[in-house]
C-alpha cells in the first residue's frame, strides 16, 4: 500500500489525490470515500463518482495512462501490427473486466494520437515544472 493512501485510511491524512489503481479497492472497502475523478469522463470501474467537472472544478483535469513503446526506427508495418493486436486484445471480455476492476478504462489509440499525447503531457507538464522552478535534485 503506498504512504499517501494509507495515510488517508489511517485517518492522518483529510484527503488525498489517488489514481483510481491506488484506490479503487480501498473504495470498494469502504476504507476511503472518491469525492471526484479527474478524468474527462466518468470511471468504468467507479460510475457513481462524478467527474471534478460535475462537482463544479471543470479546471481541474487529469488522468493516469500507459502506453506500449518501440525503439525508434521500428518499421511502421510493425507498429501498425502491434498496435492492431494491443487494441483487440484491450477489447477481450476478460481483460476489459480485470482491467476496470484494477481501476483502469482501457482506451486504445492510434500511434500518432498516442503520440500527440505524449507532446502534449510534456509540453503540460513543462509549463507546470516552469512555473513552479522545479530543479533536478
Given at each position: 500500500?503506498l504512504p499517501?493512501i494509507a495515510s488517508?485510511i489511517?485517518?492522518?491524512?483529510p484527503i488525498?489525490?489517488n489514481?483510481?489503481t491506488?484506490?479503487?479497492?480501498?473504495i470498494?472497502?469502504?476504507k476511503?470515500?472518491?469525492l471526484?475523478?479527474?478524468g474527462?469522463?466518468r470511471?468504468?470501474s467507479?460510475p457513481d463518482?462524478?467527474?471534478?467537472?460535475e462537482?463544479g472544478?471543470p479546471?481541474?483535469?487529469?488522468d493516469?495512462?500507459?502506453?506500449f513503446l518501440?525503439?525508434?526506427?521500428?518499421?511502421k508495418?510493425i507498429?501498425a501490427?502491434?498496435?492492431?493486436?494491443?487494441?483487440?486484445i484491450?477489447?477481450?471480455?476478460?481483460v476489459?473486466?480485470?482491467l476496470?476492476?484494477l481501476g483502469?478504462?482501457?482506451?486504445?489509440?492510434?500511434?500518432?494520437?498516442?503520440?500527440?499525447?505524449?507532446?502534449?503531457?510534456i509540453e503540460?507538464?513543462?509549463k507546470?515544472?516552469?512555473a513552479?522552478?522545479?530543479k533536478?535534485?
Amino acid at each position: 500500500m503506498l504512504p499517501a493512501i494509507a495515510s488517508v485510511i489511517a485517518g492522518h491524512t483529510p484527503i488525498g489525490f489517488n489514481s483510481p489503481t491506488t484506490a479503487v479497492q480501498h473504495i470498494k472497502d469502504g476504507k476511503v470515500r472518491a469525492l471526484g475523478i479527474t478524468g474527462a469522463r466518468r470511471s468504468q470501474s467507479m460510475p457513481d463518482v462524478p467527474t471534478m467537472g460535475e462537482g463544479g472544478y471543470p479546471d481541474i483535469k487529469g488522468d493516469s495512462w500507459v502506453g506500449f513503446l518501440v525503439p525508434a526506427g521500428t518499421p511502421k508495418d510493425i507498429v501498425a501490427l502491434l498496435n492492431r493486436e494491443i487494441a483487440k486484445i484491450l477489447t477481450l471480455p476478460d481483460v476489459k473486466d480485470r482491467l476496470v476492476s484494477l481501476g483502469s478504462d482501457a482506451v486504445a489509440s492510434t500511434p500518432k494520437e498516442f503520440e500527440q499525447r505524449i507532446k502534449t503531457e510534456i509540453e503540460t507538464r513543462g509549463k507546470v515544472i516552469r512555473a513552479a522552478n522545479i530543479k533536478v535534485q
